[in-house]
């Protein structure tokens, strides 16, 4: 008698990994949620710079999301500076609004993960919950409130509002410590008001925290800042305990003294909402940067 030949079956191979785009892979927050969401292992993360694809071109957008069928798409991309929003209103709403609204669309029933900002408040009252009443005061908050709008229609949206956030950029400008270093090096002394409030945060709470809120299926809009209220100043101060280069460059300044365009006195978040959701508190800046403030 033959000997029996046991038979085997290969063993079927894991459906692929579902695919994550990245907006905004070469700015600040998209390039720290690149490498987050590729550390969780549950992806297959795709890093979309405007060298990979320009989202002005909508046929080239469509044509790269049929290849790819993203699952999730978190959103980065914008034209994110104030000044820049202010001086080409037309750039500002096909980037932040059209943009975002066609992303949106082809999500279709996949994630679809959008950032919006504390400016989209007026700062008159401060602490703005997820249901305050926005009022923006310059084009590129009105931008974001409109983006909201559209991002809102899509079924599993995610909206995240965040505040100053520190940190390394790959192109060393896009965040504030690094314009503050920009400034100094240029030989400007900065001026920084004592009476204007933000809830900043370092990027890697920022990332950490929208990476929980999706894969704990949130879906909606939360808060996602620090959870101290800072002034200008006392921001400055902190980054300068970092960065010795700015000691003795900054200066304590008043709001009223100020002549230019309107600025928002106050915008702090509150960010309940997301720490009941999370079931832990939001670290603020003190806490990450302080040395010296921490323990006063
Ligand atoms: N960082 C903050 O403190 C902060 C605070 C509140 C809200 N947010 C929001 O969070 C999001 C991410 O902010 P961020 O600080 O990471 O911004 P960022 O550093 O300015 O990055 C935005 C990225 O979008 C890219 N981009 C712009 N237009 C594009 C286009 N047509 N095609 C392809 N790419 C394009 C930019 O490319 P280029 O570099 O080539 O221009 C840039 O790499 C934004 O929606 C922003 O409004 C940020």
């Known amino acids: ?40 292992n549950r992806w297959q993360v795709r890093p979309l710079a405007r060298d ?63 950032f919006s900002t504390d400016l989209i408040f007026d700062g008159r009252r401060g602490h703005y919950a997820e249901n305050s009443p926005p009022n923006p005061l310059h084009v590129y908050g009105e ?22 956030n520190y940190g390394v950029s790959p192109t060393g400008d896009r965040s504030f410590a690094e314009e503050m270093l ?8 900065l001026s920084l008001f004592n ?6 945060i370092t990027v890697a709470d920022t990332v950490t925290t929208v ?10 809009t939360y808060h996602v800042a620090g959870g101290d209220r800072l002034s200008r100043w006392e921001i400055g101060e ?9 000691r003795g460059q900054l200066r304590s300044a008043s709001r009223r003294s100020y002549l230019g365009p309107p600025r928002a006195p106050d915008t702090t978040l509150d960010c309940g909402k997301t720490e ?13 940067l302080g040395t010296r403030t921490a323990n006063q």
């Open 211 to 220: 990476l929980e809120l999706l894969t704990a299926a949130a879906t909606g």
């Open 276 to 288: 009941r959701f999370l079931g832990r508190n939001l670290p603020g800046l003190r806490e990450r």
């Open 52 to 114: 990979d694809l320009n989202l002005l071109d909508p046929a080239a957008v469509a044509e790269r999301f049929q290849r790819d069928r993203p699952a999730v798409i978190l959103h980065c991309a914008a034209l994110s500076k104030t000044p820049a929003c202010q001086t080409d209103p037309i750039l500002a709403h096909r980037t932040n609004v059209e943009v975002t609204r066609h992303l949106a669309e082809l999500a279709g029933e996949g994630r679809f993960v959008f």
């Open 195 to 200: 009476d204007e409030f933000r809830s900043p």
């Open 238 to 246: 902190l980054v300068a305990e970092h960065h010795p280069e700015l």
């Open 1 to 40: 008698m033959s000997p029996t030949i046991p038979h085997w079956s290969p063993r079927p191979s894991p459906p692929p990994s579902p695919v994550l785009w990245v907006t905004g892979a070469g700015g600040l927050i998209g390039h720290h949620l690149v490498a987050a969401a590729t550390a969780l």
């Open 143 to 164: 931008t974001k409130v409109a983006a909201e709008t559209a991002v809102r229609v899509h079924p599993r949206h995610l909206i995240v509002r965040t505040s100053l």
């Open 182 to 189: 920009l400034a100094v090096r240029a030989g400007q002394t």
